[in-house]
């Protein structure tokens, strides 16, 4: 395993990529740091979270986050993670994507992943090598720009009391209990706790709340998990009803989901 000092030391300066390929044990977890410029972390296999201040991405096997420069984050790895990472400057290309975001991964993008680990992409190509490589880098530029952004991301308000309230949801989600009482414990009304988490987070309460339990649903799954076990523990009636509900935010069975 690449040591952690030397992954969170690498940046692009003077190269228009820098790649690094490692594989990490369950349960690791890569402290927080950041990057001077943006990156694509692309898990070949296993499970990442992805924690920062505004948030929460969740990284199944084939798909990856695209990460903005300076974005203070920390990782954790659910089950054995392949994780390929890409550091690239953003001035390449003007259709990189605008904000950090989970993406769904093409057959071609993820050849082209693999591709450039090892093979350096200056911005010149005096060579045919270097060519070569400059080429396959474009390329890759050009299909990291048109794949779909997945709904995998779950924002954390900045306000401490909401933050709080978050954090509580997230340790106990199966916990069923009322917005009402959630308001109630905050000292504030309900239409004032809808109106501040819609605002500090862009969502609902229910929205958000639902999406934390499908997201902690997927580390468990990742872990090994079974389907009956995570829908319990994240608050639904029955297998068939979080299936269901897997099934309409991701489009696919949560069983079909890692295959």
Not at 48 to 77: C, E, F, K, S, Y
Not at 137 to 163: C, D, G, I, K, N
Request: glycine share 6%; with cysteine; proline share 5%.
């Amino acid at each position: 395993m690449t040591a952690e000092l030397d992954y969170q030391a690498l940046n692009c300066a003077g190269a228009s990529v820098v790649t690094s390929a490692t594989v990490y044990p369950d349960g690791h977890v890569i402290p927080l740091h950041r990057h001077s410029c943006a990156q694509l972390l692309y898990a070949t296999r296993g499970v990442m979270t992805v924690d920062a201040a505004a948030g929460r991405w969740m990284v199944p096997p084939g798909r990856a986050v695209w990460l903005q420069a300076h974005v203070d984050h920390q990782i954790r790895m659910h089950g054995e993670v392949g994780l390929r990472t890409l550091l690239l400057d953003v001035a390449m290309s003007p259709h990189l994507p605008a904000r950090s975001c989970v993406l769904d991964i093409s057959p071609l993008l993820r050849e082209l992943i693999a591709a450039a680990h090892g093979n350096p992409a200056g911005h010149d190509a005096n060579t045919d090598a270097d060519a070569r490589n400059w080429h396959m880098l474009q390329l890759l530029l050009h299909e990291l720009a048109s794949v779909t952004v997945l709904p995998l991301y779950l924002p954390l308000p900045l306000a401490a009391r909401l933050r709080s309230l978050c954090e509580l949801l997230m340790a106990t989600p199966g916990k069923q209990v009322t917005i009402e009482t959630w308001a109630g414990q905050l000292g504030i009304s309900t239409s004032t706790l809808h109106r501040l988490f819609l605002r500090q987070t862009g969502m609902r309460f229910g929205h958000w709340r639902q999406q934390a339990r499908l997201l902690q649903a997927m580390e468990q799954l990742a872990r090994g998990g079974k389907v009956a076990a995570a829908a319990q523990d994240q608050g639904y009636s029955s297998q068939s009803a979080f299936s269901a509900m897997f099934k309409k935010h991701f489009g696919s069975t949560p069983t079909a989901f890692y295959r």
